[in-house]
């Protein structure tokens, strides 16, 4: 129904920067807040970024040094992740709530992931 096409994951050194890159494709008749997320193995889901109607919302792992956009027509997401550390290798996971048509309910939908993984 919903597919998502992630893109910018990849083998850096600490300190180098990467952007992640998301959209959301097929049913999306209205698309509400999008998301980044990751998991390190061995480690529970968390949330990375977020962005609203509202602005933006960012983990304090990631926060002033790191950006969120948002591009509302497109149903994009990309997040710019600077002076990238050992411990922010994760698989970094898209989100998004959608409705898939007019009179859906909204639902969670989940991208497969883009590896990040920073060397020391």
């Known amino acids: 129904q919903v597919e998502f096409v992630e893109s910018g994951g990849g083998l850096v050194q600490a300190g180098a920067n990467v952007t992640l890159s998301c959209v959301a494709n097929?049913?999306?008749?209205?698309?509400?807040?999008m998301a980044w997320y990751r998991q390190a193995p061995d480690k529970q889901r968390e949330l990375v970024a977020r962005?609203?109607?509202?602005?933006?919302e960012y983990a304090d792992a990631v926060k002033g040094r790191s950006t969120v956009v948002r591009d509302f027509t497109k149903h994009e997401i990309n997040l710019r992740m600077n002076n990238l550390k050992p411990e922010d290798t994760a698989t970094y996971i898209c989100?998004?709530?959608?409705?898939?048509?007019?009179?859906?309910?909204?639902?969670?939908?989940w991208g497969q992931g883009t590896q990040v993984t920073v060397s020391s």
């Open positions: 962005v609203t109607r509202g602005g933006a």
């Open positions: 989100y998004a709530y959608v409705w898939t048509s007019e009179f859906s309910t909204p639902a969670d939908f």
């Open positions: 097929g049913k999306t008749w209205s698309v509400g807040p």
